[in-house]
């Protein structure tokens, strides 16, 4: 795990993952259990109400069925379909949290894996059932509630629990993932699918944010809508264009209970997908063009490889999932056959002409419902978070104890008390000199009554006296000052000393402080449980645990019940059979045998229906297969022109040497699925006999073709750009010159216009594959807009940095050409001078620019 910084508010922590797989490491064995699938169908819309648009669709709640109608054949039966559960339009989303999301995010508290995945055409309420509204807030959807269910469950539990629950948000467009948290230039970058040595699919550089309530992980959710891929269609306002997963991880460390256990502390990863997939659309109904079509060709792709994984895993003759066939299924993996406890939620609209997707959609969740997973407790990981966590504040607490200040220790040598200090020896010598003074009054006093010899008698003893007393205090003094000066040294020893003591402190209190913020932040990233009263909380642990059980066993119930009726029901029949058999009489032989009769007859006529229900589903299903197909045709079709196109580029714009010079040095990446140019590459020996035209796929030779003519005019030659080309040394796609392009272009514009087959003529394409103008492909025209209404194919280049210079040369000279449907293409003899025609087959954008990067995806 790598820190990226801090995020939002309230100490949000941003992490990247580098391959952290939560299902590895021990877990509690668990039997298999199948998806969940229930199908919520949502109220008419005001614009279908408007357009007198028939209700079509039937929910029994009840009885957890659909039933769907063929209003254009109202002979037909409706199609009938059972599930898990089904709501109706009066289904309100706490219903839907409570019964469909509830359990899910209790099992993720509890260690599991879990996925709630909506699905349906578009429009049909996937991103209200997940998201919802903001305001007010019984609208809100499944995520914003998950929230609330996530961060209850972490009050409601011990003090002594720690958690730490992380956030990312990730959509997959166009084949492409995307980071929606990502911030700066990581934002717009695609990120790679890795697998871990446990099989685990992870993508590689994904923000993971660490929060701490409901708000932090909300303001994750606004911030990721924000930058997801969103557009308007003939059917949404607000379409997703893009498939996305947000993920919530949840490690928890408590300390087991049982009695089996030993009481030890334990990490359990609990992991929440909440995943909003793209609604699938038909080609031909939505009339999408550019952009638009490249979104939905894709959309449509990875959601049939996603209903291709799904038959696959209920098919058990199928020894192959094809997990691999997109980075949807790719990431759905765990989700579906795994190590995961999975929802899918089915999304219809009543319409009537929606009846076709409705009942494409009921036969996609029927399928996914005989799905298994084999959900089990992620216990222990090893590369769980948490435990790092734990361990690092474990470790800062010990070295913030060790290194708790011990000042008296460490508090230099104090004075000696029983050394005189030299104020003390002031002030005796004072004392001294004031009992002189007063010694000395006395004396003359005394002088005033006595003889004069007893005077001189007194005054020589006086003399003597103070004498000796001088001098005693004088050896006083200077020792003294011997004592001052070693005082004054030891101050001065003890102040240097107390310096560097305070240092030393200061030091040691910078350290604690980096310590204990460390601490302070390690410890604010988990969470901890307010509930201290043990027995209400064991009380309520073991009531949803029951809570939990009586699911699970009223489901089992249901499940058996079916089984045993249908049993007793043929135990029933059999014995009355057998009965019936033993009557001796004819009458009751005649009766027992129309009784029989009528019984086979009813059988026969079960069966007959049931053949016809097959029948009809056949129908639907080759009908479906049909629509698939012309839907594939369409972007064949589309593919096939851009193939094409490029290649007619290839053809007059590129001379065999160069494109020899490229195909030796491009390289297919296969992680990525993208050609890249390969600089410095060990070139690879390629046998060239003069003009030649390549393929990727084969570096197959054919005689280079001049360019045919329209009719009346001379055929352009090839000579001069091939010269150009042939005297530079590089390769002309790395700094050729544009101008020596232009040149090149015009030169050749002097002599004619070029003539080529259009692409959508089955004649003209047959003539082009005829001639070998099929086989070569440049992979940087980004982006071609066909407007079939007009008839005319817009054509537009993106930026392609490897390519760039070529890219330059032949947007140029698209600037110059126009394609249309008639089967020729018309070059002016004037380059500068575009014709009204040519200038309405161009996008406004594309003339007026030089370089035209692909236009972002509108968000
Ligand atoms: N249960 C519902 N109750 C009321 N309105 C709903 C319900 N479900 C969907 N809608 C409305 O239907 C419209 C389309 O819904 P939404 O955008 O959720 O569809 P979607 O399946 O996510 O479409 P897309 O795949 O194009 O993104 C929205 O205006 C939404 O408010």
New binding site residues.
């Given amino acids: 795990m790598k820190e990226r910084g801090r995020g939002h508010g309230s100490g949000l922590t941003r992490t990247s993952s580098t391959g952290s797989s939560l299902s590895s490491g021990g877990g509690s064995a668990r039997r298999a259990e199948r998806v969940q699938v229930v199908v919520?169908c949502?109220?008419m819309?005001v614009k279908e109400n408007a357009e007198g648009r028939n209700n079509c669709v039937l929910v029994d709640t009840v009885g957890s069925t659909i039933q769907v109608k063929n209003l254009k054949q109202p002979e037909q039966e409706p199609k009938l379909f059972t599930f898990d559960k089904t709501y109706d339009?009066t289904?309100t989303?706490k219903q839907l949290y409570d019964d469909v999301a509830h359990p899910i995010v209790h099992s993720v508290m509890c260690g599991y894996n879990g996925t709630v995945l909506?699905y349906?055409?578009?429009?049909?309420?996937?991103?209200?059932?997940?998201?919802g509204?903001d305001d007010p807030p019984e609208m809100r959807g499944i995520i914003p509630q998950a929230f609330e269910g996530i961060f209850t469950h972490i009050q409601d539990s011990q003090s002594s629990d720690n958690f730490l629950v992380r956030a990312s948000y990730l959509e997959i467009h166009n084949e492409e993932i995307r980071d929606l948290l990502a911030t700066g230039s990581q934002s717009s970058s695609r990120l790679e699918l890795k697998e871990n040595v446990e099989g685990n699919v992870y993508v590689k550089n994904l923000t993971s944010i660490t929060v701490q309530s409901v708000a932090d992980i909300s303001h994750l959710l606004t911030v990721g809508k924000k930058s997801r891929s969103?557009g308007a269609?003939l059917?949404?306002?607000?379409?997703?264009?893009s498939h996305s997963i947000f993920t919530i991880t949840v490690e928890a460390s408590a300390r087991s209970s049982s009695a089996e256990t030993d009481g030890s502390m334990h990490i359990r990863v609990g992991k929440l997908n909440l995943v909003?997939?793209?609604?699938?659309?038909r080609l031909n109904k939505t009339g999408a063009t550019g952009d638009r079509f490249r979104e939905l060709t894709n959309i449509n792709w990875s959601l049939s490889a996603l209903g291709n994984v799904i038959s696959a895993l209920v098919d058990d003759k199928s020894s192959h999932v094809p997990y691999r066939d997109s980075k949807l299924t790719r990431l759905l993996q765990d989700s579906l056959g795994g190590n995961t406890r999975t929802v899918m939620i089915a999304?219809i609209?009543p319409a009537d002409y929606n009846y076709d997707e409705s009942v494409s959609t009921l036969r996609y969740a029927n399928r996914a419902k005989s799905i298994k997973n084999k959900p089990r407790i992620n216990e222990d990981p090893k590369d769980a978070i948490l435990r790092e966590f734990q361990e690092e504040i474990a470790r800062l607490r010990a070295q913030l104890q060790a290194s708790s200040p011990v000042l008296d220790e460490r508090t230099p040598n104090k004075i000696d008390p029983s050394s005189p200090s030299a104020v003390d020896l002031e002030l005796h010598m004072q004392q001294l000199r004031a009992k002189m003074q007063e010694d000395m009054e006395h004396q003359v006093f005394l002088h005033k009554s006595m003889s004069d010899q007893a005077m001189a008698c007194i005054k020589a003893d006086f003399e003597q006296k103070t004498q000796s007393e001088m001098q005693a205090l004088k050896a006083e003094k200077e020792r003294s000052d011997e004592e001052k000066q070693r005082i004054a040294q030891q101050l001065q020893q003890q102040h240097v000393e107390l310096q560097s003591h305070y240092q030393a402190l200061a030091r040691e209190k910078e350290d604690r402080d980096v310590l204990a913020a460390k601490l302070r932040a390690l410890e604010e990233k988990l969470v901890h449980g307010t509930n201290n009263d043990n027995e209400k909380l064991l009380e309520k642990a073991k009531q949803k645990e029951v809570e939990l059980a009586l699911r699970e066993q009223q489901l089992q119930e249901k499940e058996n019940m079916d089984e045993e009726r249908q049993r007793k029901i043929a135990e029933l029949e059999e014995a009355q059979l057998m009965a019936e058999e033993k009557c001796n009489t004819m009458e009751e032989e005649v009766e027992m045998k129309t009784r029989k009769l009528r019984k086979l007859m009813a059988r026969y006529q079960q069966s007959k229906n049931d053949i016809n229900a097959l029948r009809t589903e056949l129908q639907d299903t080759i009908h479906e297969f049909q629509r698939e197909r012309a839907d594939m045709f369409l972007s064949l079709r589309s593919l096939d022109q851009q193939l094409q196109l490029k290649n007619f580029l290839i053809d007059k714009f590129i001379s065999p040497e160069d494109l020899t010079k490229v195909m030796r040095r491009v390289h297919w990446d296969e992680e990525n699925e993208i050609w890249n140019l390969v600089q410095n590459a060990p070139v690879r020996s390629l046998p060239y006999n003069g003009p030649t035209r390549v393929s990727i796929d084969g570096f197959t030779k054919q005689p280079l073709l001049r360019p045919n003519s329209a009719i009346g005019r001379s055929r352009p030659p090839l000579r001069q750009p091939e010269q150009t080309l042939s005297q530079s040394e590089r390769d002309r796609y790395f700094g050729q010159p544009l101008e020596s392009a232009t040149s090149c272009l015009k030169s050749r514009s002097n002599t004619s216009s070029v003539h080529v087959h259009s692409p959508r003529k089955g004649a003209g394409r047959s003539k082009a594959i005829d001639e070998g103008k099929i086989g070569c492909r440049v992979d940087n025209i980004l982006k071609k807009d066909q407007d079939v209404s007009e008839g005319r194919n817009h054509f537009e280049f993106g930026d392609n940095s490897q390519l760039s210079s070529s890219k330059v040369d032949i947007e140029h000279a698209l600037r110059e050409f126009r394609v249309d449907n008639k089967p020729s293409f018309t070059w002016d003899r004037e380059p500068q001078q575009v014709t009204p025609a040519a200038a309405g087959a161009r996008p406004k954008s594309a003339r007026t620019k030089q370089h035209n990067p692909r236009p972002r995806t509108a968000r």
């Fill in positions: 919520r949502r109220p819309l339009a289904s989303q909506a349906g055409q578009t429009a049909s309420g996937k991103t209200f059932t997940m998201d509204l969103v269609t059917m949404n306002q607000d379409s997703s264009r909003d997939l793209a609604g699938s659309e999304n609209g």
